[in-house]
């Protein structure tokens, strides 16, 4: 009886964060899915890339990604830059930008 318990115990212990995560993840009505297209390793090539995709009427969002540096905060820290599009776009977009 004690182990029917138990196991009784953990499974809801285990399924209702689970549950709760699912319902929470789900993808809305009107929502707009999204896919990251690359990651710009400088403002520039940032710069280039949105250009390029504005300039083909591909929507794009950048999003600052902080690498971190060497161990303790030792080293220099690179900044990079996630590009995302529409995810009905990201051919298209890979396309325009050759990659």
């Given at each position: 009886m004690g182990?029917?318990?138990f196991v009784v115990v953990a499974a809801a212990a285990i399924i209702t964060p689970l549950a709760w995560?699912?319902?929470r993840?789900?993808?809305?009505?009107?929502a707009t899915k999204?896919?990251?297209?690359g990651v710009?390793?400088?403002e520039a090539e940032k710069n280039l890339w949105v250009g390029a995709l504005g300039?083909?009427?591909?929507?794009?969002?950048?999003?600052?990604?902080r690498w971190p540096g060497m161990p303790l905060g030792s080293?220099?820290?690179?900044?990079?830059?996630?590009?995302?599009?529409?995810?009905?776009?990201e051919a298209r977009a890979g396309e325009v930008l050759r990659l």
């Open positions: 182990l029917l318990v995560f699912l319902a993840s789900r993808l809305r009505p009107g999204v896919a990251m297209l710009a390793t400088g300039s083909a009427g591909i929507w794009a969002r950048v999003r600052t990604a080293g220099p820290a690179q900044y990079s830059y996630e590009v995302w599009v529409r995810e009905r776009d």
